[in-house]
């Protein structure tokens, strides 16, 4: 079987020499991110808030997520969290400000700066290592846990899902280099792209 790419509209395919296919990458812009972020001394008072809002307890270190019935939230630095939802809400940023006012902590729409690629396969750990400077053993990166990273300069969050299932968030200004260093990484397993 030829290793040379196959393309159609949304879709590019890399199989190996031996019709391999053993990195899957689906990319997606993100309907709804949110950013809920305060100052050093306006920590508690942001997480109590974000737990009325939400109605779900809000994690409590960095590298730490919850499931809210507004969607998934990431504590994604010591004085903010992340609120990714499932689908768009063009009214949530008036209806976190009723429970987050200026004086707590602000509330910031990031939807059209982020895309979501999901990255999974039997290769995907091999792939990542390549460009993430990241311990991926199970004890030092399990599963539910997300690490803050990057290459090249440019950060992205890295959320393990499963052992061999990823999400991987990257500002939208960079994402197509991103993805495609994320493609030649995983050239030798064999990849596929979906989506953007």
């Known amino acids: 079987m030829s290793n ?5 509209s949304g879709h590019t395919l890399h199989p190996t020499h031996q019709g391999l296919v053993q990195v899957s990458i689906t990319a997606q812009r993100l309907q ?10 306006g920590i508690d008072a942001l997480t109590q808030s ?6 779900c307890t809000p994690p409590s270190h960095t590298g730490e997520a919850a499931v809210c019935e507004m969607g998934l939230l990431l504590r994604s630095g010591p004085l903010e969290f992340m609120l990714i939802g499932a689908q768009a809400a063009p009214d949530r940023v008036q209806a976190l400000q009723v429970h987050i006012p200026a004086q707590i902590g602000s509330v910031l729409d990031l939807s059209h700066a982020r895309v979501r690629a999901q990255v999974q396969g039997e290769k ?3 792939a990542l290592a390549k460009l993430y400077a990241l311990d991926f053993r199970p004890a030092a990166f399990p599963n539910g846990r997300f ?6 300069h440019i950060p992205c969050l890295l959320h393990r899902l499963e052992s061999q299932r990823f999400d991987v968030y990257f500002l939208t200004t960079y994402a197509h280099g991103q993805i495609d260093a994320l493609m030649d ?4 397993y064999g990849v596929e792209l979906n989506g953007i």
């Open 4 to 8: 040379a790419p196959n393309t159609r």
């Open 32 to 41: 709804s991110v949110t950013l809920l972020s305060t100052w050093a001394s």
């Open 50 to 55: 974000v737990r009325s809002a939400l109605g």
């Open 124 to 126: 995907v750990v091999d």
């Open 147 to 152: 690490q803050l990273t990057g290459h090249h």
């Open 185 to 188: 990484v995983a050239l030798e």
